[in-house]
């Protein structure tokens, strides 16, 4: 739930409050809360708009899970599979894409300009087996390019994973990570 919440709300919030509390002591004076609301509300609130400036939202879900993917989850999902979405459902600070560094390691990501960007992601099964799916805007980046690459990202995001690449439509290719049973 709380990785659900951004953090640089709270320091917003919080900055804001403290700051709004510190503003209103100097006008009547009260010299304590004028420090506190000045000392702590200025700093926290640059600090909120600091992470803000820095924030990167989490992955939406394309499609809701059902009670009996998320079954098949507790019993088949590898760590790496488990590892993944979280992280990409929850906010990040000081990153510009999910799985940036992934990528490039993958050398799916020449330059920032060509990097896919991973834009939804949904979990499913295939035949019998979990399957969480990234589906990826990737404009500059080709199926064949990634498809070069399969084995190698099997080889990344394994063991106990099998890869399967899909373009469901132009300019977006789905990236199919497959637990193996066993």
Known sequence: MLRQFPLASIGLVVGGCLTVIGLLAYATGNATL???????????????????????????YSEATSPNILALREQQATPIQNQI?????????GQEAHLEESLSRLGLSPTDEERPVLRSLRETEVNGNYT???????PLVSLDS???KEEKIAKFFGPGIRVNLSQPEEDRVDLALIALPG
């Open 146 to 148: 990634w498809s070069e």
């Open 34 to 60: 004028n420090l506190v609301g000045f000392f702590y509300g200025i700093p926290v609130l640059l600090g909120g708009l600091a992470l803000k400036a820095a924030e990167l939202k989490p992955v939406p």
């Open 132 to 138: 969480l799916v990234l589906e990826f805007e990737s």
């Open 85 to 93: 979405r979280k992280d990409v459902t929850r906010y990040r600070y």
